[in-house]
């Protein structure tokens, strides 16, 4: 069974930083494109950071130099360095991988306060 289990949410003053956490069980996380969403209260899901096996990244531009993501094969595990917070960032935060099926964490809430 594929399961990805965030953590590391919370509430942060702007300018602050959080980092996030995606434990990943189930899959063969090493050959797996891992991605971060997050979706703001009345907003859509917004693709926030990807992650390649490669170790390619890409990143939404809102939050390009601000955002770091990373990943650690041997531990199974995505993580999301967030500086430079800002009160827009506010929203859950969700673990995805497309393989072996489409599968979404439970979310972390995030929130920026001004």
């Known amino acids: 069974q594929v399961q990805l289990v965030e953590s590391g949410g919370g509430l942060v003053q702007a300018g602050g930083s959080l980092r996030l956490s995606c434990a990943a069980s189930?899959?063969?996380?090493?050959?797996?494109?891992m991605a971060w969403y997050r979706q703001a209260p009345g907003k859509q899901r917004e693709l926030v950071a990807t992650i390649t096996s490669g170790g390619r990244t890409n990143y939404a531009d809102s939050v390009k130099g601000r955002f770091t993501i990373s990943r650690d094969n041997a531990k199974k595990m995505v993580y999301l360095q967030m500086n430079s917070l800002k009160p827009e960032d506010t929203a859950v935060y969700s673990c995805?991988?497309?393989?072996?099926?489409?599968?979404w964490g439970q979310g972390t809430q995030v929130t920026v306060s001004s």
């Open positions: 995805y991988t497309a393989k072996p099926h489409a599968t």
């Open positions: 189930g899959i063969i996380f090493s050959i797996n494109t």
